[in-house]
């Protein structure tokens, strides 16, 4: 069965710091992979997606992630963090032929004004 | 707007008490799933459907029972048989297609307590 792993588990940052939050996966097939977003007492919001080409892919409110085959990675990253990106973030693959997505433990992210 | 609609938002429940969770999507998609959310555990499978009148177990399946006679209805219920149903639980669907470009849309969560 595959698995996810995000290694951060709390993240406290101040504003315009930079952020960068880790996702690995087990699988080793073909895999589509997601970044989703969910703000206090709001749900779950997809942030990003990975299918197929440019392995860096563009999101919404500025982030982005980069899929490393090799590594088995798919690390989320914004430049400059706001106070408004407080939220818990969780990582998503879903493998092969499979639409069941398998989720990571979530990061939860705060930022400090 | 098509979306999920999950009800109530808060529920109370005493020990010993069977309980519905409602999820109702109006998006066409063929897959639903109900997920449990605990604090440092992520999001945990609880059961899922591709097609009205069959689902699966997920990886925490005990203690619960889903339906689906409409393609648009998922309910969920948490017997008296689960041993910590305190939890905020969360519908999502999807299309089934694996090669779709969609992700999948959640619910806005159901937070049950055990009083």
């Known amino acids: 069965a595959q698995s996810v792993s995000q290694h951060n588990h709390h993240v406290i940052l101040s504003e315009a710091a930079s952020l960068e939050l880790g996702c690995n996966y087990s699988?080793?097939?073909?895999?589509?992979l997601f970044w989703y977003v969910q703000y206090p007492g709001q749900h779950l919001q997809l942030l990003l997606k990975y299918f197929s080409g440019d392995p860096l892919v563009k999101g919404i409110k500025g982030f982005e992630a980069e899929f490393i085959k090799s590594k088995f990675s798919f690390n989320l990253r914004k430049p400059s963090v706001q106070w408004s990106d407080t939220a818990e973030y969780f990582c998503a693959v879903k493998s092969g032929g499979s639409y069941i997505p398998t989720f990571g433990r979530g990061t939860s992210l705060i930022v400090h004004p | 707007d098509g979306g999920i609609t999950q009800s109530p938002k808060y529920l109370f429940r005493k020990e010993g008490q069977n309980v519905t969770l409602s999820c109702e999507q109006n998006?066409?998609?063929?897959?639903m799933y109900w997920y449990r959310q605990d604090p440092g555990q992520g999001l945990r499978l609880i059961y899922y459907s591709q097609i009205v009148n069959d689902f699966q177990k997920g990886d925490i399946a005990e203690g619960y029972s889903v339906s689906r006679e409409k393609k648009e209805s998922f309910p969920l219920t948490v017997t008296s048989a689960q041993k910590n149903p305190t939890a905020f639980y969360l519908c999502?669907?999807?299309?089934?297609?694996?090669?779709?470009?969609?992700?999948?849309?959640f619910g806005s969560g159901t937070r049950l307590t055990v009083v």
């Open positions: 699988y080793g097939g073909t895999v589509n």
């Open positions: 998006l066409n998609h063929d897959a």
């Open positions: 999502a669907s999807s299309p089934l297609n694996p090669g779709t470009e969609d992700g999948y849309t």
